[in-house]
């Protein structure tokens, strides 16, 4: 009866939370404040997998430094559970070591599988006078991309982009390999390009070619770049510690990104800076994706107002607008203390940023799987788990080297360095559970 009093108090106060700190936190990032007339619209199976659902998409909207962090937070804190109760029911110690493992792997994989499927995220609505856009992304082109062109495109697609440009590093494959029955009037050829110690994006109407650009100063570039009616922009400027953002507008650049998925911490102070320079060198600003096929979820949209029936890259070009970036701004407080206490920060703030109905579907459903463990003994649901763990990654395994070996990306490094080693361990670790939940130690 505990059990009972501590699931209802639990849903008495996270209602309770909701009913009074609830926000949609739908923001303008260059003023910090709330952006009205725009609604997030979720996917419809949403609420059948909210545990899941909301645990991914904390996940993909962490700030990338502190993955390892937060990974290792949730890890202790699972594990300290994990010993409580073997403690509360007197769990022998053989068993205790199993469990502590399970729980370890658990986090582990499910975090790489929230990297390798594609869950959607929320898609933007907002009035039909604004174009939303994307300028920086990647496909497997990139050496660091999971993802094939195609898979770009729906992404896009269903996060409520409009317009969006292809830049990959180093090469324009990605924008090149667009399939033939695919219309490409809303997509644009792009690239990221290192030089002097920072990355550039040179963003274009129309193909052009790489190697024109290869090698060259920034300067350089800027110039060959507009002699072609081409746009340059700084990504994640916040990144290199080379070249202050005056000396960059000096030298001509089009823009800055004031947000970036792929780096999503920004001192307010050095985001402050960023938009000024922008305003005081009438230079644009943008949020952008930067998505490199690990997850599939964005929380950032650039808005540009439509000109009768000019294309994204013509108004950037001939009109200089005013982006307005837009983020569902879900990070919350962040500090050493939290990261200690990760997993509560992370329920509080999801409690207080999620509407009512998908927090009662999250508590119904970890119920559910509540009730599962105590009608089947732990040790037989544990090999369950381990199982569909290590078919899950033999599935992603062959697929991921199936992409590979067909489309011959023999540049990509990320999948057989990083995805093909990891997959291959977590097979063998949850082989490995299975087998000794097998023995029933």
Same mark, same amino acid.
């Given at each position: 009866m505990k059990k009972v009093y501590f699931l209802i108090s639990g849903i008495l106060i996270s209602v309770v939370l909701n009913h009074f700190f609830y926000s949609n936190n739908i923001i303008d990032v260059a003023t910090n404040q709330a952006f009205p007339n725009a609604l997030l619209q979720w996917p419809s199976f949403r609420i059948?997998?909210?545990?899941?659902?909301?645990?991914a998409y904390y996940i993909l909207t962490l700030e990338r430094s502190g993955y390892v962090f937060a990974l290792c937070s949730w890890i202790f804190w699972s594990i300290l559970f994990v010993l409580f109760l073997a403690?509360?029911? %007197?769990?022998p110690k053989s068993k205790t070591v199993i469990y502590c493992f399970f729980a370890m792997f658990f986090v582990v994989s499910l975090i790489c599988s929230i990297i390798i499927l594609p869950v959607a995220g929320p898609k933007l609505s907002v009035s039909d006078k604004y174009k939303v856009v994307d300028i920086h992304s990647h496909s497997i082109s990139s050496k660091d991309n999971l993802s094939l062109v195609s898979s770009n495109i729906n992404f896009h697609n269903k996060h409520g982009y409009t317009d969006f440009f292809i830049t990959e590093h180093d090469n324009t494959n990605g924008y090149d390999s667009i399939p033939g029955n695919i219309k490409t009037d809303n997509i644009f050829p792009g690239i990221q390009i290192r030089t002097e110690g920072i990355s550039v994006l040179l963003l274009s109407k129309d193909?052009?070619?790489y190697y024109d650009f290869k090698g060259k100063t920034i300067q350089e570039m800027v110039d060959l770049a507009h002699s072609k009616d081409m746009l340059v922009v700084v990504p994640h400027?916040? %990144?290199?510690?080379?070249?202050s953002l005056q000396s960059l507008a000096d030298k001509g650049v089009d823009g800055f990104e004031i947000y970036n998925c792929g780096y999503r911490f920004l001192k307010p102070d050095k985001k402050q800076e960023i938009v000024n320079i922008c305003k005081d060198n009438n230079l644009m600003m943008?949020?952008?994706?930067?998505?490199?096929?690990?997850g599939y979820m964005s929380n950032v949209w650039s808005l540009v107002e439509k000109e009768d029936d000019k294309s994204l890259f013509d108004i950037l070009k001939d009109s200089k607008p005013n982006v307005k970036v837009i983020n569902h701004n879900v990070s919350g407080w962040q500090s050493v203390i939290r990261y200690i206490f990760e997993p509560f920060f992370a329920f509080y703030y999801y409690v207080v940023n999620t509407k009512i109905e998908y927090v009662l579907s999250f508590y119904m459903i970890m119920s559910l799987f509540v009730l599962l463990?105590?009608?089947f003994k732990v040790i037989n649901v544990i090999k369950f788990i381990s199982l569909s763990?290590?078919?899950?990654f033999t599935?992603?395994?062959f697929y991921f080297t199936n992409m590979l070996l067909s489309f011959n990306f023999t540049y990509n490094v990320i999948i057989p360095e990083t995805i093909v080693p990891t997959a291959l361990s977590l097979i063998f670790i949850w082989l490995i559970i299975w087998g000794v939940c097998e023995k029933n130690i």
């Open positions: 059948f997998i909210e545990p899941f659902y909301a645990f403690k509360y029911y %007197k769990v193909p052009f070619n400027v916040w %990144k290199w510690k080379k070249h943008f949020g952008t994706t930067d998505w490199h096929g690990l463990f105590f009608k763990f290590a078919l899950f599935i992603s395994l």
